[in-house]
């Protein structure tokens, strides 16, 4: 505690010193950077090297002692207990030369005690207040357990659902993954993230790991420039400005160069033209797996790689242990580890952990699953459950009807939460089984039919249709696991796992109607199976909440709200499928579309007329970027705009009116699109440029205003970054695949 004293005056004097200069000659110095460059002064080269040193944390904190109080650890991962993590800190502080405190980072991926749905649920409400909201929640529950750093937002984008990480991604569209990123590292942040109960935030993975070949976790990735800036790149640019602390480099080879040594991404973009001054850590290890991929051939030249590209923390690896080696060698300067320890110094002293290293034991009993957090993931859950098909009304249900409860995903306390739940305790999940017998009392009839997802035993189905026959209605809840996504799990054949889908085929032959709810990780390729019901509800991994929310739509307490952030494509085949994709020499007019069985016998080459399509899939999605249903009907007027001119620092207004012409109160995410005609690299056939979400009574209606500006048209054409004068057509509408276009020109003057 004396050296904790110390710390303090210290900073106090230095603030007085800074304060008593604010009108003098160093008025910009920043008080932080003084603090920072005054420690790096006092350091050993052996403390320097401690610094950025993040080790997996296991024992007992008597066990890092030794470490701890030579300055050799700067941070531990996986430490979540609020007496050690008190313990540890107090070693450093106390026991080490200079009392430097750690960094304890953690997956605080989608909640922490209180689970909210996975990433991509949570993209489906396409709300950042939620997800502000949300992230707010899981950082004051993670912080009174002692973690002050976060491996979250995980803001790749992805195009693939057979990538197990699909789960964890806001989705397919670079402008709702900002949007929704930028929100995400304010709710762990705040404003100021020294204020008890925030924690810092880490956009992962940099950059391109959610293009991985094949889907397949970890793989290669090949990204021209052109695509890396004006999609991969984009939400990372958009967490560096929202003030997003930390980075993590990625795991994979990118054009050839692993992430985690990547100079042009790392060096070159981030920090030479984003100019940002947060802190790198690597991705586990993978400083050195740039071994293991055959970039670099011993750990020495993995560190120099890596310090040279300027990643400033090593997680999990010691290649860093080789940077005096490299210093001797004269291959690297000590002003490159001087780099890097201000990086890391710098958010520790953001933090507040200088002044505050310690957390009080009793706060997370007031603050962990309080009613308000369980109230808010029911609410974040139920705006990102998305209504794909309601024929003949059949949603909502009557909380007096008789409903036969099926499924393997009915009462899957686990497996509900999803991937990434570290700190989730299954006790506290409500299951969809508690919840419907809460509403439904007696007229509930139960029956699992299938105890987990690839169960493949078909001796629960007797039971289930036993179940459905005395009821009104059946709702059949399927879906995967929570180990079938998330990191590693990585699938090729995207349906419903196991014989669920029989299961179904079975329900569907008694003629009863028929609601299919799907909990999974990523969008499944559920065609067939949507056939055979009369509504389907998306509900992904909802968390702890999920069986309330799901109640909460079912029984129209609350109108669905969500609207898809991904394609639902047909098949894997299909992959990668996604709305702002090329138009291609040769479009296919999806009214035209002709089919396998199309094809006469014997025909020469005949070919259908010669354009871009599958002949079994066609060149329609299952379900468009955008989509999702709910109980009322909106209508959307006539787009008007205030011109029919863009010029270079004008305004262009677009107008709609949006009527809800149901009788139900329900939201609306109403979508902007734009197409840019021609450029000087090909464009896409739509691009996402705004949202709004809006609650509307029947029969009310609200007129919605976007605006655009030259700004929002800009894109890297392979040299620069421009918005190119020409011909523009734009939409506002209720998902990616509707709506008629207006059109205006950008004129560069
Ligand atoms: C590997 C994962 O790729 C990354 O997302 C995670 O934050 C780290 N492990 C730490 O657990």
């Known amino acids: 505690m004396m050296k904790m004293m110390k710390m303090v005056i210290v900073s106090l004097l230095i603030g007085i010193v800074l304060g008593s200069c604010t009108n003098t000659s160093q008025k910009t110095t920043d008080p932080i950077e003084e603090k920072v460059q005054t420690l790096i002064g006092q350091m050993t080269f052996e403390e320097k090297l401690g610094q950025l040193v993040q080790t997996n944390y296991h024992g007992e904190p ?33 026991e080490s030369r200079l009392g430097i405190p750690l960094l304890v980072g953690r997956d605080v991926i989608h909640g922490f005690n209180t689970v909210f749905p996975i990433p991509l649920g949570m993209a489906s409400s396409w709300s950042p207040e939620l997800a502000e909201g949300a992230m707010k929640i899981a950082a004051r529950e993670a912080s009174a357990n002692g973690i002050n750093w976060t491996f979250a937002p995980m803001i790749d984008v ?56 094949a889907g397949r976790d970890y793989n290669t990735t090949y990204i021209p420039e052109a695509l890396l800036r004006n999609v991969h790149l984009r939400p990372f640019k958009a967490a560096a400005d929202a003030g997003c602390l930390t980075f993590m480099s990625a795991f994979n080879d990118l054009n050839g160069v692993p992430t985690s040594g990547n100079y042009f991404t790392l060096r070159t973009i981030l920090r030479d033209e984003w100019k940002y001054d947060g802190m790198v850590v690597s991705d586990w ?16 030249d993995a560190a120099e790689k890596s310090i040279k590209a300027g990643v400033d923390m090593e997680m999990a690896s010691r290649c860093y242990d080789n940077l005096p080696a490299l210093l001797e060698a004269g291959k690297i300067d000590v002003a490159l580890i001087n780099e890097s320890v201000a990086n890391i110094l710098r958010i520790k002293f953001k933090l507040g952990l200088f002044n505050n290293p310690y957390t009080d034991v009793t706060l997370k009993d007031k603050v962990i699953l309080t009613d308000e957090n369980l109230d808010y993931a029911r609410k974040v859950a139920r705006g990102s459950m998305v209504l794909l ?82 009821s009104d209605v059946i709702v059949l809840l399927v879906g995967e696991e929570s180990g079938l996504s998330g990191e590693a799990n990585s699938r090729a054949i995207i349906d419903l796992p196991g014989i669920q889908s029989e299961l179904l085929r079975e329900l569907n032959q008694l003629n009863k109607p028929l609601v299919l709810v799907v909990m999974a990780g ?66 296919t007019d999806p009214e035209r579309m002709t089919y396998i069985d199309d094809i006469p016998r014997n025909s020469k080459q005949l070919s259908l007329g010669f354009t871009s399509m599958h002949i079994d899939y066609g060149i329609t999605p299952l379900y468009p970027f955008g989509y999702g249903m709910t109980y009322t009907t909106f209508e959307y007027g006539d787009v008007k705009l205030s011109s029919k001119e863009l010029t270079k620092n004008g305004e262009l207004k677009a107008t709609c009116t949006l009527t809800n012409t149901g009788n139900t109160k329900a939201e609306e995410i109403v979508q902007l699109y734009v197409r840019d005609l021609f450029g000087s690299l090909t464009r896409p056939i739509k691009e996402l440029k705004g949202f709004q979400k809006v609650e509307l009574a029947p029969g009310e209606s609200k007129e919605l205003t976007f605006t655009i500006t030259a700004k929002d048209l800009e894109f890297y054409n392979g040299e620069e970054y421009l918005t190119e004068a020409g011909d523009f057509n734009l939409w506002i509408a209720k998902d990616s695949d509707s709506g008629e276009f207006v059109s205006f020109a950008f004129v560069n003057e």
């Not at 065609?527 to 739509?553: F, N, Q, R, S």
Request: with cysteine; hydrophobic share 35%; proline share 6%.
């Open 62 to 94: 008597e066990d890092w002692k030794e470490q701890l109080a030579e300055g050799k650890i700067g941070s531990f991962l996986n430490l979540s207990s609020v007496e050690y993590a008190n313990e540890v800190q107090r070693i450093v502080v106390e």
């Open 158 to 213: 992805s195009w693939d659902p057979r990538w197990g990480r699909i789960a964890e991604t806001c989705g397919e569209d670079p402008y709702l993954t900002s949007v929704l990123g930028a929100a995400m590292v304010k709710g762990y942040q705040g404003t100021d993230p020294s204020e008890e109960g925030r924690i810092a935030a880490c956009a992962k993975h940099f950059v391109g790991y959610g293009m991985s070949e």
């Open 285 to 300: 290890a993978s400083i050195q797996q740039q071994i293991v991929h055959g970039y670099t051939e011993t750990e020495t």
């Open 389 to 470: 098909k309601n024929e003949k009304q059949t949603l909502p249900l009557n909380k007096t009807s008789k409903v036969a409860l099926i499924g393997p995903m009915t009462n899957a306390p686990h497996d509900q939460m999803g991937t990434w739940v570290f700190d989730g305790d299954e006790k506290n999940s409500i299951t969809p089984l508690t919840s419907f017998t809460d509403v439904l009392g007696k007229n509930l009839n139960y029956a699992i039919g299938l105890e987990y997802s690839r169960d493949k035993s078909k001796a629960g189905f007797a039971k289930a249709i036993a179940a459905a026959k005395k």
């Open 522 to 587: 990523r969008p499944l390729g559920i065609g067939a199976d949507i056939e055979l019901a009369d509504a389907v509800l998306y509900a992904w991994h909802p968390g702890t909440m999920a069986g309330p929310a799901l109640t909460d739509l079912i029984f129209g307490d609350y109108s669905p709200s969500g609207k898809l952030p991904i394609t639902f494509v047909k098949g894997a085949g299909q992959i990668p499928f996604y709305y702002y994709r090329k138009n291609t020499g040769k479009p």
